[in-house]
């Protein structure tokens, strides 16, 4: 594979990455409803990633990237750590739903960091531009998410009564 086609398969792979989080996000706003202003920001959150598809799927057809595998929910080149971050998002307990929450986001910045080194190694600009504004906004979620994850925390554990001792022994 040279490297045009190369660059043109993770830009697949960041299409099927964002897609995928639009649905990990969708979820997790679900699981928020007890708390509304935390609801709120993933909800802000969900509809950049919606806008970040629609701005991808534009470069994508100004570029000539092939859309052909771009319908698939994930790639191989990022598929192998999603699923955890899946089970996390899922999971019964809104702690879970947090961290992974948080773990999506760095995710998502360390996939698209490579990403945009690449499209900076094929002199493409305007790739690059387009992957530096995801960057930011999963680096602003995700300090949110760690801003938020003490207050997420011990509002879980106030609405849980302490172990007993012998619990803890």
Request: charged share 15%; with cysteine.
């Amino acid at each position: 594979m040279d490297q045009e086609a190369q660059y043109h398969s993770w830009i697949r792979a960041v299409y099927a990455l964002e897609k995928h989080s639009d649905s990990l996000l969708q979820a997790f706003i679900h699981h928020l409803q007890p708390w509304p202003a935390l609801q709120l920001h993933v909800l802000v959150h969900a509809e950049e990633t919606q806008d970040n598809i629609v701005n991808l799927e534009r470069f994508m057809q100004h570029n000539n990237v092939s859309g052909s595998s771009a319908q698939n929910r994930s790639t191989p080149l990022f598929q192998p750590n999603i699923e955890g971050i899946d089970s996390l998002i899922m999971a019964p307990a809104p702690a879970q739903h947090f961290l992974g929450c948080y773990l999506l986001e760095n995710y998502e910045i360390g996939c698209l960091t490579t990403v945009q080194s690449a499209a900076e190694c094929m002199g493409d600009r305007e790739g690059m531009h387009l992957l530096n504004g995801f960057i930011r906004q999963d680096l602003k979620m995700a300090g949110w998410a760690l801003m938020h994850m003490p207050e997420m925390t011990s509002n879980l554990l106030a609405s849980h009564p302490p172990p007993t001792t012998s619990r803890l022994h």
